[in-house]
């Protein structure tokens, strides 16, 4: 306990990427309506702006869109991404995810290997629609360490912009994930 | 669909209305991480997620409940409103056979502009009134004659 007291995590390197900002990123492929139909139906939100075209056509968006929150889950796995994440499934510490925080942002040389969501700050825009893709840029703003009952916590603060292809801003995000 | 809710109807303190969810079982679990294609072990794998991890049982995703709070509160916003901003913190842990209750409370309402700034205190309870996800929320609404709210939304509108 001492010792780990003693660990600070904020080295040279770790400061280094504090503000990297990622290149826009554009999701593999467009909003679809079935993605958007298993995303509503796994809410559990039934709102007829994401499924009912004469609906949606009378509303101020114009046409059928996709849940305000729906952008932070367009970057799936691309179609010629032939790594498996998977592919790691037998270890029995394998959790199912992988250390990236963010596609386009350099990996953090934290030896950390729990991680926990802290929450988010969110403000919105507009609803993606279906049919346009979303783009995405992110920033760590802020890399700070707390010593937590169990040792030391390190604070990973990153900012996530959407906006849809043709420019228009979709949402704005601050997540806080915390490595222990 | 619900009913305009215009600056002028609303009160500090008033509660908008509960939105409830669950029973949530595994199956609602799954089908919400095979959704997202979140292939975290802590949402299907019960030995990994109480053995491994430790945790009381497999957990109901954290991404699953922040769109839960979006919902309730844009429901209530409407299609002539606006959820403008959410924040809120991941503090308790849920788990199958729970039912969740978001919920939301007036704590300010401001003019800005030719537009109602609405701001409210929200959550995410179990059936036991224990309080997993704290947050707080601002939602733009029109004035009663006034003009719509813009969208795409900016916020330069307020101003």
Not at chain 1, 53 to 73: M, Q, S, W
Not at chain 1, 85 to 103: E, N, V
Not at chain 2, 14 to 24: A, C, E, Q
Not at chain 2, 83 to 91: G, T
Request: aromatic letters at 10%; hydrophobic letters at 40%; a negative charge.
């Amino acid at each position: 306990m001492a010792f780990d007291e003693l660990v600070n995590h904020i080295t040279p390197e770790v400061r280094a990427v504090i503000g990297a900002r990622s290149d826009w990123q554009e999701a593999p492929h467009p909003v679809e309506a079935s993605e958007v139909r298993r995303f509503f139906q796994a809410l559990m939100d039934p709102n007829p702006r994401y499924w009912d075209d004469e609906h949606a056509a009378g509303t101020r968006y114009g046409a059928l869109v996709a849940p305000p929150g729906f952008p932070v889950h367009a970057f799936r796995r691309p179609a010629d991404e032939l790594n498996d994440s998977l592919a790691a499934a037998g270890d029995p510490d394998f959790d199912g995810l992988s250390r990236a925080m963010r596609p386009g942002l350099p990996k953090l040389p934290i030896p950390l290997s729990g991680i926990l969501n802290g929450g988010y700050e969110y403000e919105f825009y507009s609803y993606p629609k279906v049919g346009e893709r979303i783009q995405c840029r992110s920033a760590y703003l802020d890399i700070y360490q707390k010593q937590g009952k169990a040792g030391p916590m390190v604070m990973v603060v990153i900012e996530d912009e959407y906006r849809a292809a043709d420019g228009r801003p979709l949402l704005k995000s601050l997540n806080t994930m915390i490595m222990r | 669909m619900a009913e305009t809710v215009y600056f002028e109807n609303v009160a500090i303190g008033d509660d908008i209305p509960v939105l409830t969810k669950g029973p949530m079982t595994t199956a609602h679990i799954v089908r919400w991480s095979a959704a997202m294609e979140n292939w975290h072990k802590i949402h299907y794998d019960w030995r990994y997620a109480t053995e491994h991890d430790g945790l009381p049982d497999v957990l109901i995703n954290g991404s699953w409940k922040q769109h839960v709070l979006a919902q309730v509160l844009s429901d209530w916003a409407g299609e002539t409103g606006w959820l403008w901003k959410m924040n809120f913190q991941y503090r308790g842990m849920n788990i199958p056979g729970d039912t969740l209750f978001a919920w939301g409370r007036i704590t300010g309402k401001n003019q800005r502009g030719n537009y109602g700034v609405i701001e409210l205190e929200i959550g995410l309870k179990d059936q036991n009134g224990k309080e997993g996800s704290p947050g707080t929320a601002t939602v733009v609404l029109p004035l009663r004659g006034g003009p719509a709210v813009p969208y795409p939304f900016d916020p330069a509108a307020l101003n």
